[in-house]
């Protein structure tokens, strides 16, 4: 298997600048997640996917987020109107189905809004 | 809500020590419990998993043991080696399909 992939790995942006960020999970996982981590903090949250159906949404994603997962495959999350809050590392997961609940991440990423 | 206490860190020690970090939930219902290891520069990597209570997860060395009665999944190892050094995340999962909760994480730093 390859593992969970996302692009670009850094974003550098100016404040009220859009952002997309795209996802690839592990090939036949249904259910996708997006986080977000801060310096010194765990991944919290923002929301997730089975198959191409948005289920849960995190209070954290404001309404300049945006995710969409329109194929059941990759995802992309977008950002807009950037603000230098938005800085952070951006993690996608994916899971192979409902009854496992481990999580296998990608490597992130990372946006510095300036 | 449900929630993840670790210990603060940094965890400095020398290669060859005892390592525990320890680490608390607070949840409804029966949750899964989880390490995750995150090196510099990566992603977060499964380190190793809990169903239920009394199950202990094993891998790489380390090991955690799920402890109901003390709310605690703590993790172990018997004999660290700088390529250990990393960040530790504890983490829960209350229902299958739903979102991880993560601690803060646990900085280790191994030196030879």
């Known amino acids: 298997d390859t593992g969970v992939s996302q692009d670009p790995r850094h974003k550098i942006t100016k404040r009220g600048q859009n952002v997309t960020f795209r996802c690839d999970p592990i090939s036949e996982h249904n259910r996708l997640y997006w986080y977000r981590q801060t310096l010194g903090q765990g991944p919290e949250f923002l929301t997730y996917?089975?198959?191409?159906?948005?289920?849960?949404k995190s209070r954290l994603l404001s309404d300049r987020f945006s995710a969409e997962r329109p194929k059941g495959s990759f995802s992309t999350l977008e950002i807009q109107r950037t603000e230098q809050g938005d800085s952070a590392m951006y993690l996608c997961a994916s899971s192979p189905n409902q009854l496992l609940r481990e999580q296998y991440f990608g490597p992130g990423t990372r946006l510095t809004v300036t | 809500g449900n929630s993840v206490t670790q210990m603060e860190g940094p965890v400095t020690l020398s290669e060859e020590a005892f390592l525990t970090i320890n680490c608390t939930y607070t949840?409804?219902?029966?949750?899964?419990l989880f390490w995750y290891v995150q090196y510099p520069g990566e992603g977060l990597q499964l380190l190793l998993k809990a169903t239920k209570a009394d199950d202990k997860g094993s891998n790489k060395g380390f090991e955690a043991t799920y402890r109901k009665e003390t709310t605690s999944f703590h993790l172990e190892k018997g004999s660290v080696q700088v390529s250990d050094s990393a960040v530790y995340f504890c983490?829960?999962?209350?229902?299958?399909?739903?979102?991880?909760?993560f601690g803060k994480g646990t900085t280790l730093s191994v030196s030879s």
């Open positions: 983490a829960l999962s209350d229902k299958a399909g739903t979102a991880l909760i």
């Open positions: 996917f089975q198959n191409e159906a948005q289920l849960e």
């Open positions: 949840a409804t219902g029966y949750p899964s």
